[in-house]
């Protein structure tokens, strides 16, 4: 299952670093890429049930979850 993460304040690629980090850091995630751009990640993820502890490891590197989409 591949997921799109709208992501909120992002603004270098050291953030775009913390936020990749914290995605591959969650077990069951793969294939993480993240654009400053587009203000978003997105990711394969084994199970959809991820989704939650995806969003949960974003938001404890300091940064919003704003919207999730397939």
Same mark, same amino acid.
């Not at 995605?23 to 400053?36: M, Q």
């Given at each position: 299952?591949?997921?799109? /993460?709208? #992501?909120?304040?992002?603004?270098?690629?050291?953030?775009?670093?913390?936020?990749? *980090? &914290?995605? *591959? &850091?969650? !077990?069951?995630?793969?294939?993480?890429?993240?654009? #400053?751009? &587009?203000?978003? =990640?997105?990711? !394969? =993820?084994?199970?959809?049930? =991820?989704?939650?502890? =995806? *969003?949960?490891? #974003?938001?404890?590197?300091?940064? !919003?979850?704003?919207? /999730?989409?397939?």
């Amino acid at each position: 299952m591949t997921v799109s /993460i709208k #992501i909120e304040g992002m603004h270098c690629n050291g953030c775009a670093n913390s936020v990749e *980090k &914290a995605a *591959k &850091a969650v !077990d069951g995630v793969s294939n993480v890429r993240v654009s #400053i751009e &587009a203000n978003e =990640l997105t990711a !394969d =993820l084994a199970k959809p049930e =991820l989704v939650d502890a =995806l *969003k949960g490891a #974003i938001e404890a590197s300091g940064f !919003d979850v704003v919207g /999730i989409g397939n």
